[in-house]
C-alpha cells in the first residue's frame, strides 16, 4: 500500500511562510501527478496545486503567485512552499498521488498536516 507522510504544518502569523513535505513510498504504477489539497472545516476539499510526471504545474487561482510546488525525484518527495499565507489559507492540507496501475486510475491520500495562519 503506497504511504504517504506529510510534515510541515503549524501555526504561522499572516504574510507568512511554511514549507509542506510530502514523502512517498510503496508506490506501485506508474505515477501521473502528485499535488496539494486542502480542506477547511465546513468546505470540500479543493485542489491547492498539482505536479504532472511531465513536470507541469497547475495552481488552484486563490493561491497563484504565492504557493509553489516543486519534488525532489531522488527522494520521491513533493513539496510546497507557503509565502504570504492568508487566515484563509487556514485548513488541513492533504498530499496526493495519482497512479495508473493495471488499466486502473487510483488516488492515495496522507493523513493530513494542519495549517492555521493566525495572528
Known sequence: QVQLVESGGGLVQPGGSLR???????IIGSVVARGWYR????KER????TISSGSSTNYADSVKGRFTISRD???NT???????LKPEDTATYYCNVR??????????WG?????????
Request: charged letters at 15%; one cysteine or more.
Open 78 to 84: 513533493v513539496y510546497l512552499q507557503m509565502n504570504s
Open 111 to 119: 493523513q493530513g498536516t494542519q495549517v492555521t495562519v493566525s495572528s
Open 73 to 75: 525525484i531522488a527522494k
Open 99 to 108: 497512479r495508473v496501475y493495471s488499466n486502473r486510475v487510483y488516488d492515495d
Open 46 to 49: 479543493e485542489l491547492v496545486a
Open 20 to 26: 509542506l513535505s510530502c514523502a512517498a513510498s510503496r
Open 39 to 42: 480542506q477547511a472545516p465546513g
